[in-house]
């Protein structure tokens, strides 16, 4: 219980107490009624203005696993993580002056976006029934935040603000969950350059290739020059076609990927050799009476029958446990991308995703247009005319070869052969070609090799080669013609050559389709003319909305959000704080709340008093439990009248 007063205290840090906290709230409306004999104004009390966003991504979860396995584990991790150590000494430093306030703060920030603390979660953990060093992790991922959170508002406190303290209170967010509070973040990128706009390497980290400073310029550029009405589809199309889509998206962090403002430790799985992405939640121990109630209660957009296929066939089981195999190509990349206090879920240049109990039907955001163009001189390698060519049958490789090792009494040793070509190339092929091409356009033809190896290991795919070759019928990796004809980066999986004819000249394309890289060799009477190396095909994305639903600043309005029916930044005293901390109890405080009114409008003045009588008595035996999670649990079913 020490443990958890702890945990209270430090979240009071993000709370502004100036008022009672869910429970007193129903008791006071109701008493205001009394004091004012106005029922009309009673019932008007309890209609809210829209509520100020409390970002639950800064709250310790309630813990409701073995509460001594956890501390200690959340211990160690804290004294032997180095990530878990800085972020918590961070959280509890004191500061001097603004010197000191200004110079950590800055230092802690930039290295949390160098190098954050960052764990994982695999299908393979499913399978352990305990689950603890996991919830470890989402309490360390939220001190992170809070620490990130807590030099933010250092930052703010500085009378005197240059272009490194704006450049650090955009990274404040942008290291915690990308671009998320985007409008925050715009807006500290513009006084950023308003002020100079000072170099960004605190932006760059150890992770970075050698593009990362232009690719991440590009990036502070077009959050700076976007328009307030922004989209999600279009910041994505955008990050594909400009370079910085890896600088915005993310395979695993504390993620609300269900967008009703609760966070778990999500991971993006690439299962097997074949890498097939997968998507993995690490499962929060819940009351699921209760959370079937409130979806039952409050999802209009419910599943249909056939998609109720476990045994109980309750909604929380099916949503929260949701297989997300059935809703996109595997084979296609997976990211997760966090803007505008939402989530999505993206299927690499395919679809955007977006889910939230609400819309359990409809997840499919937007989609991408493909739009290629060819930055080959000819266009479309595959309507290229082919050179001609003149095949050579295994039994007639005696008459065009000279002192080869694989010919023996006249006859080609084809095994031995294909032996020689997997080691040498690295690849086995089964049928060889060979053929005679005057590669070299210098009015003589050279003997040389093709051949195809389908292979089904990891994604599959087939080997290609086309290969120049010397008199013995060994490779020719000697000349220089030879080394580049037959460069192992175009000689693979995946990989295409064509020898095709252009102006009455024999030309060859090579093609690695993994990374779309290209080189067009030319060689005049055995002279290389030209070896161009390039990107075969420029890709442009056009994003198309598939949501059906309305959009309000750029994202999906409607969401379903998990929140308690009371101002949760007023939270004052432990009970209330204990319900912020706990999404089943969140639920159940919204679902009382709701149905105490509910049944208020339709009593008379003295059957509203009764039930005001039962209100308080429920809410004081709450309070009463303080922060016991499980003890407010078994108060709240009973009201609820739930098992």
């Not at 966003?53 to 991790?77: C, I, P, Q, S, W």
């Not at 620490?147 to 603000?161: C, G, I, S």
């Not at 040498?424 to 051949?451: A, H, Q, V």
Request: hydrophobic share 35%; proline share 1%.
């Amino acid at each position: 219980m020490k443990k958890l007063l702890s945990i209270i205290t430090i979240l009071t840090l993000i709370m502004t107490v100036i008022s009672c906290g869910g429970g007193n709230k129903e008791a006071n409306q109701t008493e205001q009624s009394q004091n004012t004999n106005s029922q009309t104004s009673s019932d008007n009390q309890k209609t809210e203005a829209k509520k100020e966003f409390f970002d639950m991504k800064y709250v310790y979860k309630g813990v409701r696993v073995d509460k001594a396995k956890f501390d200690e584990e959340l211990k160690n991790t804290r004294e032997n993580n180095e990530y878990a150590k800085r972020n918590f000494d961070f959280l509890n430093r004191k500061f001097a002056n603004d010197d000191e306030r200004k110079k950590y703060s800055i230092e802690f920030i930039s290295n949390v976006n160098y190098d954050p603390f960052s764990e994982t979660f695999s299908s393979w953990d499913r399978y352990n029934e305990d689950l603890t060093d996991y919830y470890a992790d989402e309490y360390l991922y939220v001190e992170q935040n809070l620490a990130l959170k807590k030099a933010r508002e250092e930052l703010l406190k500085l009378n005197k603000k240059d272009s490194d303290v704006y450049l650090a209170l955009f990274l404040s967010h942008f290291a915690c969950d990308s671009l998320y509070y985007f409008e925050e973040e715009k807006k500290y990128l513009t006084e950023w350059k308003k002020a100079g706009g000072s170099n960004i390497a605190m932006m760059i980290s150890k992770y970075d290739d050698d593009d990362a400073y232009s690719g991440k310029m590009k990036l502070v550029d077009y959050i700076i020059e976007a328009p307030d009405s922004l989209r999600a589809e279009k910041l994505v199309a955008d990050a594909y076609n400009n370079g910085f889509s890896s600088y915005i998206t993310k395979n695993t962090g504390y993620i609300d990927l269900f967008n009703e403002n609760n966070y778990s430790l999500s991971s993006i799985e690439l299962e097997g050799t074949a890498h097939v992405a997968s998507v993995n939640i690490v499962p929060e121990i819940v009351n699921t009476n209760i959370i079937n109630k409130y979806l039952k209660t409050y999802v209009t957009n419910r599943l249909s029958d056939d998609k109720l296929y476990f045994d109980d066939a309750e909604y929380f089981r099916n949503y929260y446990g949701i297989d997300f195999m059935e809703y996109y190509d595997g084979w296609n990349g997976l990211s997760f991308l966090e803007f505008k206090k939402n989530t999505f879920l993206i299927e690499s240049r395919v679809n955007m995703h977006y889910y939230n109990p609400e819309f359990m039907n409809d997840h499919i955001y937007a989609s991408f247009e493909e739009i290629k163009t060819y930055n080959f001189r000819l266009g479309d390698i595959d309507k290229v005319e082919s050179a001609e060519i003149n095949s050579i049958s295994t039994n007639d490789l005696k008459d065009y070869t000279k002192g080869s090792k694989f010919i023996s009494f006249g006859k080609f040793d084809e095994e031995k052969y294909l032996d020689y070509i997997d080691e040498t190339m690295g690849w086995r092929i089964y049928f060889p070609s060979f053929f005679l091409c005057d590669i070299n356009n210098d009015g003589k033809e050279e003997l040389m090799l093709s051949g195809d190896y389908d292979y089904g290991g990891g994604r599959g795919g087939t080997v290609n080669f086309t290969l120049l070759l010397k008199e013995n019928l060994e490779v020719d990796f000697d000349s220089e013609i030879g080394q580049l004809i037959n460069n192992k980066d175009f000689q693979d999986l995946n990989c295409i050559q064509k020898i095709y004819t252009e102006d009455g000249k024999n030309k060859i394309f090579l093609l690695d389709t993994n990374y779309n890289k290209a080189s067009d060799i030319f060689i005049d009477n055995n002279e290389i003319k030209n070896a161009d190396y390039f990107d075969y095909i420029t890709y442009t994305y056009q994003p198309k909305l598939e949501w059906k639903g309305s959009i309000l600043d750029g994202v999906p309005e409607g969401a379903l959000k998990t929140d308690a029916s009371f101002d949760m930044s007023k939270a004052e005293n432990a009970s209330d704080k204990a319900i912020v901390s706990d999404r089943t109890l969140r639920m159940a405080d919204k679902l009382i709340s709701d149905a105490y009114f509910s049944k208020k409008a339709t009593l008379d003045k003295q059957g509203q008093e009764e039930l005001l009588e039962q209100r308080r008595a429920e809410i004081k035996t709450i309070q009463e439990a303080k922060d016991e999670i499980k003890a407010i649990e078994a108060e709240m079913l009973k009201i609820l009248n739930l098992q």
